[in-house]
């Protein structure tokens, strides 16, 4: 988990970090903006911060470790999983796995309500109740619409905006709920 995801769990300040790790107040600022990487600081950097935040150095690490994909790739991999593993398993595997509120502590939000609009889309078509569990995260909508890169490369190529407003209008609900343009789950080759 990221670091200022942590604190902001723990509610507590970067002073305060430094104060209780022994840290300077530099070396956490550094940190916490990405100016110093977790995955370069001296393993007794990173045990004075796992103390003071009271977790492990793995969980530290862990998202520096984790390549974050393009979204268009990750768009992809999820309808691929829906495909290979069915509406069922796949809601069971986000849920038992809590994809959604992991990828959104590590601050991924487009991941984070991509997965949400999947799994409301998937409970909405095989008449399940959805999962009141991500309630707070149903109201956030991005500012600007994300499209799919196809849809911009035909905006573009064609210098009119008809494509995105054609996506927009045949765009799946869910999705749209976040400003998310997403017209087709299913055809996945």
């Not at 769990?9 to 940190?31: F, P, R, V």
């Not at 796995?97 to 487009?110: G, M, S, V």
């Not at 991005?142 to 196809?150: A, C, L, M």
């Amino acid at each position: 988990m990221n670091i200022n995801a942590i604190l902001k769990e723990k509610k507590m300040t970067k002073y305060k970090l430094a104060q209780k790790s022994g840290l300077s107040n530099t070396t956490i600022i550094d940190i916490c903006s990405g100016k110093t990487s977790v995955r370069k600081c001296p393993g007794e950097t990173l045990f004075k911060l796992a103390k003071a935040l009271e977790t492990t150095i793995d969980d530290l690490l862990a998202d520096s470790m984790i390549e974050r994909p393009p979204f268009g790739i990750f768009r992809s991999n999820v309808c691929h999983s829906v495909k290979h593993m069915g509406d069922l398993d796949f809601i069971l595997h986000v849920l038992e796995h809590d994809l959604i509120r992991n990828y959104h502590k590590r601050q991924w939000h487009p991941e984070s309500l991509y997965l949400l609009a999947m799994i409301d889309y998937l409970c909405r078509v095989n008449d399940l109740p959805a999962a009141i569990e991500y309630d707070d995260l149903r109201v956030v909508r991005f500012h600007e619409p994300i499209y799919s890169s196809s849809i911009i490369a035909m905006s573009l190529a064609g210098a009119t905006d008809a494509p995105k407003i054609e996506s927009v209008n045949n765009a799946i609900p869910e999705f749209l709920r976040h400003n998310i343009v997403e017209g087709e789950v299913r055809n996945v080759v």
